[in-house]
RNA sequence: CGGGGAGUGGCGCAGUCCGGUUAGCGCGCCGCGUUCGGGACGCGGAGGUCGGAGGUUCGAAUCCUCUCUCCCCGACCA
């Protein structure tokens, strides 16, 4: 039922209880339902939606980049997996294996691929002989599975989808330079597709990819606990994977050379993000670039005689829109409008047209934006010209409120306890300087939870004491709490 | 994997301690009518065997044993 809020009461209040807001958002908003099978999630349509748009969008963003998609099995013969001994060991507590086919027996049990690169790898080494051959730039849009405790519908769930791309190299430079042309590439998508800003930057040691040189990544901050999102990574693997897979090359001399590989993702974990940067205590906030649905239009009527001209009036607006925008006419007539208003605002729909008898008269339409419930007369001859550009406003205006949280829940930190103090009370990022000692990460990770997200790319320039042990450093980390 | 909580029509719950008529309630759903500018209302109706298996009993949602699942808090993760 409706309070004196004016929407739905049903749904967890988004201060005070963040994680039942999620899953009730999740749930009501009709984005993914519980699954029979203990940590997978159903993707519905209209959360689906919204991934195929981010896909798209990521997609044309790869293949301009000069990479082509291809496609690799989903199973990994366990010798293979077990060639890169810090990956097996990195992944062995998450990997599903097949032990029968049929009811036979497998010789040699097979993993259900946790990531690729044990797959694919052995198979670059078949096409690369010469230094012609390289480089390779491949991505695959798949599933991939990893037993998780835990689930969260798109933050962590057993199998996901994602996209994971893989290169290899003739030199340690070229593959460091893709390796961060492609994390620039999901800053771009995040910060202009979902209004979410990021920090790029790199992880420590303890954090990174298992069996990487490096592993770069964009953390988020999340709304609710301004916890982190660790929203896409991209590994730069060295020659570790060229070696252990014998990815060998001749140089331009006749030198023989392993090859360099990267490896870079990102998953539906991200439609999580959307829902937990944006949404507030109405439900989601599509970013109008990729939402489903960019606007929506509610016929008002009370008469039948009303009603047939207010649904052609309605006809002649959708019309009028084109077909480049996403637009959805409700024509459902066992709703009331009130209850429309609510459902769509639930669904984070951008733009609201309401459409009435009132409105003919006067040759115009309602227009609320659901960013900040702002409500204005339109009319109808320039709703084709104004709706575009209201879109565009809404997502500029979305990326700056997610701009103005990360800034304000970010704080240069130079006391320990303060650090403390702020993980407990789940106040964001904390910048610190670190010495880089794992000893000192891990007791930050032990007292507050808190782990270092990245290391800045953009950092200081200036120096100053590790926040545990006190030694001069000139690295500056993200100390957060993170999904 | 450790600690806590919960499984009862689609959803949210009551009933369970102290076994005993046809297992209730709200929302939702179906039909008809009145409604429709911020989750409308009336009347009529459908739908559950109480997570699963076994046991105790004249009788089990309720007691006992085993088991499965989900949620929350910790250890690990895109």
Known sequence: MVSDRGYVEELADVEDDFDRWYVEVVRKAEMADDSPVRGTRIIRPYGFALWENIQRQ????????????????????????EREAEHVEGFAPEVAWVTHGGNKKLEEPWAVRPTSE????????????SYRDLPILINQWSNVVRWEERPRAFLRTVEFLWQEGHTAHSSLDEAEERTLQMLEVYRD???TEL?????????????????????????????????ALQSATSHNLGDHFGRV??????????????????????????????????????????????????????????????????????????????????????????KTPGWKFNDWELKGVPVRIELGPRDIQNEQVMVVRRDTGEKQAVPMAELPGVLPTLLDEIQANMYESARKMLEEKSERVTDYARLKERAAGNEGFSYVYWCGSEECEDKVKAETHATIRCIPLEQPGESGPCIVCGTTSDTEVIFARAY
């Open 195 to 227: 209004a979410i800003p990021v920090v790029p930057g790199l992880k420590s040691d303890s954090e990174k990819f298992a069996g990487a040189l490096r592993t770069y990544t964009i953390e988020a901050m999340m709304g609710g606990k301004h916890w």
């Open 118 to 129: 044990a797959i694919i790898c052995p198979i670059y080494s078949r096409w690369v002989q």
């Open 189 to 191: 998508l995040c910060e």
């Open 245 to 334: 897979f014998d990815i060998e090359f001749l140089d331009k001399q006749g030198e023989r050379h392993f090859a360099f590989n990267t490896s870079w993702g990102l998953s539906t974990r991200i439609v999580g993000a959307v829902i937990m940067v944006h949404g507030d205590e109405r439900g989601l906030k599509m970013p109008p670039r990729v939402a489903p649905t960019q606007a929506v239009i509610v016929p008002i009527w009370r008469k039948d005689n009303e009603r047939a001209d207010v649904e052609a009036a309605v006809e002649r607006v959708r019309s009028s829109l084109g077909t480049d925008l996403r637009v959805k006419v409700d024509l459902r007539d066992d």
């Open 58 to 81: 990521l997609d044309d963003r790869i293949k301009a980049t000069g990479v082509e998609n291809a496609y690799f099995p989903l199973f990994i013969p366990k010798s293979m997996l």
